[in-house]
């Protein structure tokens, strides 16, 4: 009895090194299988047997099952251990009696029996974390020695074989009890908040999020994987058996589009979920949300794509929040509408409202439309709409009497995300925000230019969100040249090539130190600082790699909260048709363009096996595991939180971005209808017509926008066009010019709203022309520069050569000077144009990268 009484403590595995927790209840290691995770190592009699015998059962579940009915589980439970990786004994507890007394050992042959002699005998257990063995040898014999390991046989018999390479050896500890990081799931308390660098509870408990994403719904299947395979039921306990609190479902805005046609979900991608056949894609994805809840798990929704594709690249079209198919608008609606549809679930989270934006071509074009945080740079931009009982209608655009407005050229995320954001908590104010840098890879420009709600307190809602994987550095390098200015062009190149590029591991060697440097310069400062939290929404490998170590000593270290991508099995199941001419071709995985796939596409990155019920790759599982933490914090380490802001829903409307950028082409073509506007005149067009039916009476300046649009889309504004305005006209337009200063009105809005339509249009027009000049002479002047200072240091350098430097004059291959472009980053304002020039350039000749 005394020795049972003092093992109160059990022995976990955190990246490799034994520690002891101390608990208050008893806390214990279950074995459970890799082949079948859901089964564990028991000892159970069978009527008739003279012993009891070892076996596979149903593992005692997370939420208080005992398993299998006169089983009882094998734990490894001993107290007061410090040191190697040994186990000593494991013993056997029956569900509600602990502690038979009874241990594990080998008996003659490859059996294993349980007595009471093998508890204190001359016999030691191992597990190895590299391997997953569980292996025994005699007391006494050299760490190094052989010993034999416990296997599953085929048939599914336990018995001891000499040690191998063999996932019929593998075996994963899962705690119980208060060694569960699940332990107080349901102890949570809705809703949740942000509150410096954590996640907090309504009592201001840390909540930590330990999860995976689960997909398949926003791809061409429009359901998640595995549905096929196991009942949703399954999947989710397996989540939860496994340590995992929270799972990110991904879905396209397709979805939220189309769900009036209630369309049929292929049956055999139901076929383990026959209560689900004849249902919808969405009806399918609330029947997944509600039994990943039921599971007490917490579930995180993104809109990951628009089209039912896989993502990304930067030819897929969805690099935006829109495209040619689905609109800003739908977008925005299926935030909304998802957030209303969930609202009565407190377990549904938040929202992580787009995935991985970042630069876009449509397809069979080599026109880069750009994205950045922010885009109102180069000081006095000013938005410019045209207003009808104060009311804006239509608006124009950016404009600044001193240059260029990158919102004509580029996409705001700023802007979006901040209409994200209104839309999500008009949906249900209760609700986190999840919101990813641009490419899910850089905070720096967030810092430097933060979100303006209108509702300050509303920032509680906002969690920042970041993806890592051996390729994160190149988005790093990117996110420093627009904000700190473009080096050299062979720097641009390195950065872009294989932005996508999953086959690459190990891109960048680099110590552990320079891992967590370059992780703190991007991003991670939001902790360090204690600004806001960032939750890592998606990593993964599929290989023990130097980028995978250094991960998860990171994430150890700060606490990171982070979501695995992901645990499928596989990617695409038979049947479904994918357009593979908009992927990489390291993303086609040999799928023929148009055709059905044949059979189950492997997912390297996955967790589980095909089947959804055994485990892929265990050693993943069990670096996983390490990282693992308590999903909620002890109620006397609570945080005393400020009062809750409510959200004002009549005053934040969601009213979207405005006319969408013409692209990085449209800011070189200055000759064609595009340079002049053409762009910015399609989103007029179609914004205004619709406008003149909600005003009363005849608005003159809507009917002129209008007609305006359609003269830019005839390609009628030309620079002779241009220089056909009156004296007069051009006159009004100059005077309105002088009068404007930075802290004025804005020469444009001023003159839209003037008496005359005429005058309206001279200013207008001016404005337009004499942007696009200070454009032209910018860069006419930026390359006869540069080609002058080229020719000057070829002549230079041959002639030198020439004077005696070398006996031939044989000039080598000239390389660009950096001084030039460094010079140019140096100017804070040229730094995030330039830059998208290089990848406009870069991109627009060589394709996607």
Partial sequence: MCRRACC?????????????????????????????LLQCLAVRRTPGAQQALLALVDCPTARGSSGHSGAYAVEWDRGGFEGAQELAALRVHAPRNRGLGVCLAPDKGDSVVASETACTGGHLW??????QRLWVTEVGAPSNASGLCLRRSAGGDLALAECESHASQRWLPLGRGAADPNARLEDIRFPLRAHGRRIVDAEGRIVRLRGVNWYGAHMEQTVNNGLDKQPIAHIARLIRHLGFNHVRLNYAVAMWVDRHTHRPVKSSLLSANPQLIGKSDIEVFDAVVQGLTAE??????NAHTSDHRWCCSFRDENGLWYNDRYTEADWLESLQGLADRYAHNPRVIGFDVRNEPRPTMPQGSSALTAIWWDTQLWGNCTEVSVQSSGEPLVTVGSFSSKGICLPQFFADWRAAATQATYAVLRGDQNS???????????????????????QSGLMNRIVWSIHDYTWAWRWFRLGDFMTNGVGSLEEVLKALSGMYNSGDTDLKSQDYASFREERVKAWAFMLTEDRAPVWVGEFGEMRRSEWWTSFLRWAGEVDLDWCYWAIDGYKYPPGVVV???????????????????TKHLDE??????????????????????SIQAPVLAPDNESIKLPEDVVFKVESQLVKGTGPHPVGISGFFNFETPTGCGEGLARQLASSAAPATSKVAGNDSAVQYLVQLAHTHMEGSCSRGDLKGMSESQRERAREILRRSEPEGPNPVEEALRSPTKKEAQAAFKLMLAEQMDNARSFFTGFFVVLALTIVLIVVLHCVGRQRGCCRRCRCRPWRPPVGLTAMMSKTRAFRPFLAACYIGFLLGNNGAP
Avoid: C, H
């Fill in 8 to 36: 109160m403590r059990t022995v976990l595995l955190a990246l490799g090194i034994v520690t002891s927790v101390a608990v208050a209840d008893r806390s214990t290691v279950l074995f459970a299988s890799s082949e079948t």
């Fill in 604 to 625: 390297p990155f996955g967790l589980f096996d095909m089947n959804y019920a055994g485990a892929k790759q265990t050693w993943k599982l069990a670096d996983l595991l």
């Fill in 296 to 301: 007490g798990l917490l579930v995180v929704v």
């Fill in 579 to 597: 357009d593979t001419s908009i992927l990489l071709p390291d993303q086609a995985w040999g799928i023929p363009n148009g055709k059905p796939t």
């Fill in 126 to 131: 191992r597990w190895e974390r590299d391997s």
């Fill in 432 to 454: 986190l925000v999840f919101i990813e840098g641009v490419g899910a890879a850089e905070l720096v420009s967030s810092k430097l230019r933060p979100m303006a709600l209108s």
